[in-house]
Each structure stands twice: as C-alpha cells, then as structure tokens.
C-alpha cells in the first residue's frame, strides 16, 4: 500500500520562506513524475508543481512560478518543495501525489495527511 507524507509546514510571515517534504513509503514511484498540490480553505485543490523522474524537467503553476523550486532525491523517495517570497494567498494544506510527465492529474486515488502552510503577519 502506498503511504504519502508531506511535512514541513507551518506558519511563517509575507516573504517568508518554507520548504515542504514529501515521503512515499510502501512502494517505489519509480519512473514517475511527482507533484505537489495545494488546496485553500473553500477552494479545490489545485496543481502547484510537477517533475519528472529525473529532475530534468520541471513544471509551475503560473502563481508560484519563479518563487517556489521543485526538487526530489530518488534516493530517499523524497520530493521537496521550497517556497519563497510566500504571500498570503499561499496559504493551504499541501500535498503531493505521482502525477504523469505532461499532465497535472493525480494518479494515485488516495492522498496523504498534507501539511498545513500559513502565511499571515
């Protein structure tokens, strides 16, 4: 069974900084693309960031382009994600999911616990 979990949220001031972690345990996404995903209060969960299985290839949501960095260490089967020059519109439960190389659909059905970022002053 595949286990999803982010980490690494909290809660930080406009312009700060984060940087999420997402662990898959259970079994390896090997050859997979992986994302992250976000979902605020009242709102649907939305695409964030996807990259491929190398890393050579990356994608952003143009809300965070130029502001977050996606990044995984096949390693560890970790995918992370650093944000920067957060702004309170960043605010959501993040989560990650396997997602194809040119599409932002979540492949697996179930997602993880997410983990909370809150960006306020």
């Known amino acids: 069974q595949v286990q999803l979990v982010e980490s690494g949220g909290g809660l930080v001031q406009p312009g700060g900084s984060l940087t999420l972690s997402c662990a898959a345990s259970?079994?390896?996404?090997?050859?997979?693309?992986m994302g992250w995903f976000r979902q605020a209060p009242g709102k649907e969960r939305e695409f964030v960031a996807r990259?491929?299985?190398?890393?050579?290839?990356?994608s952003y949501a143009d809300s965070v382009k130029g502001r977050f960095t996606i990044s995984r260490d096949n390693a560890k089967n970790t995918v992370y994600l650093q944000m920067t020059s957060l702004k309170p519109e960043d605010t959501a439960v993040y989560y990650c999911?396997?997602?194809?190389?040119?599409?932002?659909?979540?492949?697996?059905?179930?997602w993880g616990q997410g983990t909370q970022v809150t960006v306020s002053s």
């Open positions: 990259i491929s299985w190398s890393g050579s290839m990356t």
């Open positions: 259970g079994r390896t996404f090997s050859g997979y693309a």
């Open positions: 999911n396997a997602v194809p190389l040119f599409s932002s659909t979540p492949l697996l059905g179930s």
